[in-house]
């Protein structure tokens, strides 16, 4: 039975398409190095002789991820040689083909649409285990809208933005980021009967004399 064949290649080797429409921001590349810190390099790029077809993205945010020393990884925590991407060669598609997929590529999963209960359950239940729900895409005020709809407005239905606050924390290391994990844990074990991390936190400090 044929197999799917990856290949690593030097980042610095795939050219981009000069005519790629789909654009990407500075804040959206660091989410994806975010998530490939995470979760590994999930999606190996699309590319050919000519360059990349589809993961321009993707190897922005490697490039991103290289620059500062990091290892990238395989989903199953197998190093990718450093400063390469996993690649999927198309070769064998008409210049037809490859200009109409990088197209397709992009809009396709534009035209998906969510379960909004299912979505809101979600995001809910991973919450639950204090997970980085920025990792999921989503920003702070969307996952305000999302999993709490209604909060933050007035009697007038105008927003009351004093109501949700939405933060990102940036850690140094892993080493802080697993004890602020940590202590999110001890926090909900402590206040199994508040419902948000706020609230959770608002009582370690009056119960620790900070407030």
Not at 16 to 34: F, G, K, L, M, V
Not at 168 to 178: E, L, P, V
């Amino acid at each position: 039975m044929p197999t799917m064949s990856i290949e690593f290649r030097p980042i610095t080797e795939l050219t981009p398409y000069a005519r790629n429409a789909r654009t990407h921001s500075d804040e959206q590349i660091e989410q994806i190095a975010a998530s490939m810190s995470e979760f590994g390099w999930t999606n190996p790029v699309l590319a050919d002789a000519d360059g990349i077809v589809a993961g321009h993205g993707r190897v922005l945010a490697a490039g991103l991820l290289y620059a500062q020393g990091a290892i990238v990884r395989l989903p199953d925590g197998q190093e990718i040689p450093k400063g390469c991407a996993p690649v999927l060669d198309c070769t064998g598609w008409s210049e037809k083909q490859r200009r109409a997929y990088i197209l397709a590529d992009n809009k396709l999963a534009l035209n998906a649409g969510w379960d909004s209960e299912l979505l809101k359950l979600e995001l809910h239940a991973l919450g639950e285990t204090d997970f980085n729900l920025a990792l999921t895409g989503f920003s702070g005020d969307e996952l305000s809208g999302i999993m709490f709809p209604g909060a933050g407005k007035d009697g007038d239905g105008e927003k009351d933005t004093s109501f949700v606050i939405s933060y990102n924390i940036i850690f140094d290391d892993d080493q802080q980021r697993d004890a602020w994990y940590d202590f999110l844990k001890r926090l909900k074990s402590a206040y199994p009967d508040l419902e948000t991390v706020g609230a959770r936190l608002g009582a370690y400090l009056g119960d620790h004399g900070q407030i």
